[in-house]
């Protein structure tokens, strides 16, 4: 018989990660902020799309909001709409694939206001390739900023985060990382890793008082589509978005932003897990459940 290989034990059975808080008294509903008023949040990425309406929306909620991009004018202007809401913000330049750049946006959080209650790891691009067309740049710029992001975000503000009492983290991932898709090799596959993250860190962190979300988006209006022409110049500089792909995403049925902000606002005060937020995109994800669970009937034959 297989053993469980690790000294830890394997996860509970039963709903999908409902998680077991082993010797604690602890329950995912008792990890839910349902009180957001006077608390902080960091946003990464907030600049534009789903990380501005995040921003706006948690500040809707009474929080003061570090706004964090890699273009510092953009997080200015979400700061200034920010304060029109009543509260405070301030706005900071981040490059989340950069550690020493996510080091000193904790900092700036910790000089700005008391205590971090919030993390959105939001930044994310998606370079447009199937796997035979992936350049090895085009995937450590994947793994850098959708991946490396996450941690580093996680990394920087974790202490802060425990020290706060009560705290929640967002990983934004993608429909795309609950269910494979052509033509987005590096991007699947990041955004599936950030989801494995989420998962592990919803355990990780129960004890310690922390909800983890992981947002898993299907078509949004924002600027990600475009997001190769503002590619660093480490991982090769800025290149066009492919014809195909921009005509696609013209085409698209997009959900506003301001959507999905709602959503996650509805899953920090429920410390909610999976957050997607197209009905539509079930079939497909129920798709891939059945392929896994066809693998242990083949296994068993």
Not at 23 to 48: C, Q, Y
Request: hydrophobic letters at 50%; one cysteine or more; charged letters at 15%.
């Amino acid at each position: 018989m297989y053993a469980w290989p690790f000294p830890v034990g394997p996860p509970a059975h039963g709903t999908a990660f409902a998680v077991a808080y082993a010797g604690t008294n602890f329950t995912p509903e008792e990890a839910a902020m349902r009180d957001l008023r006077g608390k902080s949040a960091v946003i990464t990425g907030a600049g534009s799309g789903i990380g501005r309406s995040l921003s706006l929306a948690f500040a809707g909620e009474g929080m003061n909001i570090v706004v964090a991009d890699i273009e510092l004018a953009n997080a200015e202007a979400v700061a200034a709409e920010v304060r029109a809401k009543g509260v405070q913000a301030v706005a900071v330049r981040c490059d989340v694939s950069d550690r020493e750049s996510v080091a000193a946006l904790a900092a700036r959080a910790s000089e700005a206001f008391t205590g971090v209650h919030l993390l959105c790891n939001n930044a994310g691009i998606v370079p447009f390739a199937s796997i035979q067309d992936t350049t090895p740049a085009n995937w450590d710029w994947a793994m850098a900023v959708n991946v490396n992001g996450v941690f580093n975000g996680v990394n920087a503000f974790l202490p802060a985060l425990r020290a706060a009492g009560e705290a929640h983290i967002v990983n934004t991932a993608s429909i795309a990382g609950l269910y494979g898709m052509p033509g987005l090799a590096a991007y699947v596959a990041s955004k599936f890793a950030v989801v494995g993250l989420s998962e592990a860190m919803r355990y990780d962190l129960a004890p310690l008082g922390i909800g983890v979300s992981v947002l898993c988006p299907g078509g949004v209006r924002t600027n990600i589509a475009s997001s190769t022409e503002h590619r660093q110049e480490r991982f090769g500089g800025p290149v066009a978005v492919p014809v195909e792909y921009r005509t696609a995403a013209a085409g698209a049925t997009s959900m506003e932003p301001d959507d999905v902000a709602a959503l996650v606002v509805r899953a920090v005060k429920e410390n909610q897990l999976y957050v997607p937020t197209h009905p539509d995109t079930r079939a497909q994800a129920d798709a891939r459940a059945g392929l896994v669970a066809a693998g242990y009937d083949w296994l068993e034959r």
